[in-house]
């Protein structure tokens, strides 16, 4: 069946380093693909997403690009804060119906 | 700017005892999912319900799950029998069939 596999945390960063979590997937349709993120305490925000091949997502300073070839959807950011400290899950969707979630990457950033 | 709530936001039960879980939402979605994570685990889909109807569940979505939007805004989920393995943060989303959106979380522990 379909997955996501993302890299193991934690990850810390010194604030304003550069930021690479990695994310890999497997399905056997053209998904849609998403990274969510969890702040302390809260519930689940969509940070990004990208439907079809080649398409980039952003915001907030964050950036995925959806590669078919290499089947990722790595998340970075060029200069981290510390209020990006979350945990950051990469999901996809096949079908538009249930989302198919990675392990989840915890990301610590120390000032 | 619209957003899915749930209620309780905690809720301690014994085992074996049934629990409602709630949520409202975003009123002009018509798609509906609840998904659950236990601690320090990755997000699980559990059921999703569209035009009324349960369109997909998974294996942990057994006969003693159920769900119900009884009254055109709300959608709940039903444990009948609580057991120790269901405590976990429960998470409902509404979406338009493109995105999810996830309220804050129910977290239940069951005693």
């Known amino acids: 069946g379909d997955s996501v596999t993302q890299m193991e945390g934690p990850v810390t960063l010194s604030e304003e380093a550069f930021l690479t979590i990695n994310c890999t997937y497997t399905?056997?349709?053209?998904?849609?693909l998403f990274w969510y993120v969890q702040y302390p305490g809260e519930g689940l925000q969509l940070l990004l997403k990208a439907t079809k091949a080649d398409d980039k997502g952003s915001n907030k300073g964050f950036e995925a690009t959806y590669r078919k070839e290499t089947t990722s959807f790595h998340l970075e950011k060029g200069s981290v804060q510390v209020s990006d400290s979350a945990v950051y899950f990469c999901?996809?969707?096949?079908?538009?119906?249930?989302?198919?979630w990675g392990a989840g990457t915890k990301l610590i950033i120390k000032p | 700017e619209p957003e899915v709530t749930q209620t309780p936001s905690h809720q301690v039960t014994q085992m074996g005892q049934e629990v409602i879980l709630r949520c409202v939402p975003i009123s002009n979605h018509l798609y509906f999912y609840w998904y659950r994570q236990i601690l320090g685990q990755k997000v699980e889909f559990l059921v999703s319900f569209y035009n009324n109807e349960i369109s997909e569940k998974s294996e942990i979505f057994d006969d003693q799950f159920s769900v119900e939007r009884p009254d055109g805004s709300n959608f709940t989920l039903k444990i009948r029998s609580t057991k120790l393995e269901d405590s976990a943060m429960y998470f409902c989303?509404?979406?338009?069939?493109?995105?999810?959106?996830f309220g804050p979380g129910t977290r239940l522990t069951v005693t």
């Open positions: 999901a996809l969707s096949d079908r538009g119906y249930q989302l198919i």
């Open positions: 399905a056997t349709g053209y998904p849609s």
């Open positions: 989303a509404s979406g338009d069939g493109y995105e999810q959106y």
